[in-house]
């Protein structure tokens, strides 16, 4: 995988999930998938995350803590959500607190179907949120080149007195 520029750091939230995705988002981590070979680190601190990797929906109790956690990771991230629950609500979309699918609340870049979803599709997805992440990253270093060339407001084009 060339776009592997450097190890994606994961933050894992459950919202309101059954665990049954999440325990296969914790079979990824064990030696039969091992996906810290591939340099996939799973932190639990937002502030040094580049992936937001959510299973479950979202409610009334934790749509503000979602939020919280996208808003305090760094630019660029990606959010990737794991399984029906956290794509559309899943079989609990009609109950009485929840809200619907992580996209609700937040940017959704990758979608992994199933119920659970399984570590083979997991791992395909954190794989297309690393491309998307790149795809940011690129995006961000266009921009930030593209205002270092903008002349500032106020200055002389070069050679005029
Ligand atoms: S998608 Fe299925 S396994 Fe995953 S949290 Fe929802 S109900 Fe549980």
Same mark, same amino acid.
Not at 31 to 40: C, H, S
Not at 59 to 75: A, F, H, S, T
Not at 110 to 115: F, N, S
């Given at each position: 995988?060339?776009?592997?520029?450097?190890?994606?750091?994961?933050?894992?939230?459950?919202?309101?999930? @059954?665990?049954? @995705?999440?325990?296969?988002?914790?079979?990824?981590?064990t030696?039969?998938?091992? #996906?810290?070979?591939?340099?996939?680190v799973?932190?639990?601190?937002?502030?040094?995350?580049?992936?937001?990797?959510?299973?479950?929906?979202?409610?009334?109790?934790? #749509?503000?803590? #979602?939020?919280?956690?996208?808003?305090?990771?760094?630019?660029?991230? #990606?959010?990737?959500?794991?399984?029906? @629950?956290?794509?559309?609500?899943?079989?609990?979309?009609?109950?009485?607190?929840?809200q619907?699918?992580?996209?609700?609340?937040?940017?959704?870049?990758?979608?992994?179907?199933?119920?659970?979803?399984?570590?083979?599709?997991?791992?395909?997805?954190?794989?297309?949120?690393?491309?998307?992440?790149?795809?940011?990253?690129?995006?961000?270093?266009?921009?930030?080149?593209?205002?270092?060339?903008?002349?500032q407001?106020?200055s002389?084009?070069?050679g005029?007195?």
């Open positions: 995988m060339s776009f592997f520029r450097r190890s994606p750091w994961i933050l894992h939230y459950d919202g309101s999930s @059954c665990n049954g @995705c999440d325990i296969e988002v914790l079979a990824c981590l030696p039969l998938y091992d #996906v810290e070979r591939f340099g996939v799973n932190t639990g601190n937002p502030k040094h995350a580049d992936i937001l990797l959510v299973t479950g929906s979202v409610n009334e109790r934790n #749509v503000e803590i #979602v939020e919280n956690l996208y808003r305090q990771m760094p630019d660029p991230k #990606v959010v990737v959500a794991v399984g029906a @629950c956290a794509c559309s609500g899943g079989i609990f979309a009609r109950a009485y607190n929840v619907g699918g992580i996209d609700r609340v937040v940017p959704v870049d990758v979608y992994v179907p199933g119920c659970a979803a399984r570590p083979e599709r997991i791992i395909d997805g954190v794989v297309q949120g690393i491309a998307a992440l790149e795809g940011k990253r690129a995006a961000m270093a266009a921009g930030r080149r593209r205002g270092a060339l903008r002349p407001s106020g002389q084009p070069a005029a007195a």
